[in-house]
């Protein structure tokens, strides 16, 4: 609400009729501000004011750089993951920090542009004004733009600096492209172009193509037995193929159960325990963490990062915290040497849900377990 009551609010039509400059005066005269100081910062044209106009441009143009910096790599840079010891697992390491610097000071840089515009820019002014309450008239919001479109002309913003007007574009173009370049870039590749070998299907659990079946290892690459565990316990185990140990979806955990023990057998999974013996991954359905916390006595499994928590004897259905899906079950068998082998690769998503999560897409005709 206007503070001086003895100004005149002039009509819509009025207002329209006003030059910036005139609603600009206005506006002050409306809200009672009195202008103690205004002025210049630097005479126009000058050294001082040509040299502050090129430090303002170098935080906007770099601002600018910044964004389209961001954007390229976020599209362009190799991010598939790559195990350590892998060529190119260098690159792939950097694409995370990169884009954390590159939007981090595209940020940085604009907001130092804006405040040495406004320091260094914008004329200098010192205004005072009785607080006041509530919302504004439309005629004081009119007005206050008009005075910012006022102070902006007289800066010589709009006319007169056309280097400045550049890289504030650039900038602000920039920064507003990395806003949505996240949101867009997920749609620039197609998960499903490799179909029945997509990445998000495949896991290095998966049969060889003359249908070798994957060994359950240790972390050396030694191959399990069913002596190696005791009735109740747990182990880690990893596929027996190369860089199976360091493969982000493939960790498993095996469990012996004591025989005595009921365990809720989910549907479509009948079969896939060997006796007693059950395989789940150890990746948390919730958003991926290594699940291994293993309470024998009860059967629960806890995921260290939020807590949910995961019932062994239900199926590996979660009982507890956010996830929302049971652990994946691996198929079991032993092959000709006694060894734990997978029969197939998982037939559920490993870890965190993804779009087609538990079905195929409707196009999708190939079952998955024609895959493995
Ligand atoms: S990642 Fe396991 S509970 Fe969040």
């Not at 609603?23 to 005479?43: I, K, S, T």
């Not at 690159?91 to 920090?97: E, K, N, Q, R, S």
């Not at 290095?204 to 191959?223: E, F, H, S």
């Not at 990062?305 to 198929?331: E, I, K, W």
Request: charged share 20%.
């Amino acid at each position: 609400m206007s503070a001086n009551k003895n100004v005149q609010i002039p009509s819509d039509d009025e207002l329209k009729k006003m030059s910036v400059e005139e609603r600009a005066a206005l506006g002050m005269a409306m809200d009672g501000v009195e202008l103690a100081e205004w002025g210049p910062r630097y005479v126009a044209g000058s050294p001082a004011d040509k040299r502050a106009e090129r430090q303002v441009a170098f935080w906007f143009l770099l601002a600018g750089a910044l964004a389209v910096a961001f954007i390229v790599i976020f599209i362009w840079w190799p991010w598939q993951f790559v195990n350590y010891d892998d060529p190119g697992q260098l690159m792939y390491a950097l694409y995370t920090p990169l884009i954390g610097l590159t939007l981090g000071g595209c940020i940085l840089a604009f907001g130092i542009g804006v405040v040495a515009l406004a320091k260094k820019i914008m004329p200098h002014e010192v205004a005072i004004q009785q607080r006041h309450q509530g919302m504004s008239p439309e005629a004081d919001r009119q007005s206050l733009a008009a005075e910012l479109v006022d102070v902006g002309d007289k800066a010589g913003l709009v006319k007169r600096r056309g280097v400045l007007k550049g890289s504030l574009v650039l900038a602000g173009g920039g920064l507003g492209l990395a806003a949505v370049v996240p949101v867009l870039g997920g749609f620039i590749k197609n998960p499903w172009a490799e179909r029945a070998d997509s990445p998000l299907w495949v896991t290095p659990w998966k049969p060889a193509a003359d249908g070798t079946r994957v060994r359950l290892t240790q972390i050396d690459g030694t191959p399990v037995r069913p002596t190696d565990l005791e009735a109740g316990s747990m182990a880690t185990v990893f596929p027996g193929v190369p860089g199976g140990a360091k493969a982000s979806d493939a960790a498993v955990m095996l469990f012996r159960v004591r025989s005595d023990q009921q365990i809720l057998i989910r549907d479509g999974q009948q079969g896939f325990q060997f006796g007693d013996y059950y395989a789940y991954s150890k990746i948390c359905t919730h958003v991926g963490c290594p699940v291994s916390l293993y309470e024998q006595q009860t059967g629960r499994v806890l995921c260290p990062c939020h807590q949910s928590q995961f019932d062994l004897y239900a199926g590996m259905n979660p009982v507890f915290g956010p996830a929302t899906r049971p652990l994946p079950q691996l198929p079991l068998e032993l092959d000709d040497e006694g060894y734990f082998v997978a029969r197939s690769d998982f037939v559920e998503a490993v870890g965190p849900g993804f779009w087609e999560n538990g079905k195929f897409p409707a196009w999708y005709e190939e079952p998955k377990e024609a895959t493995g």
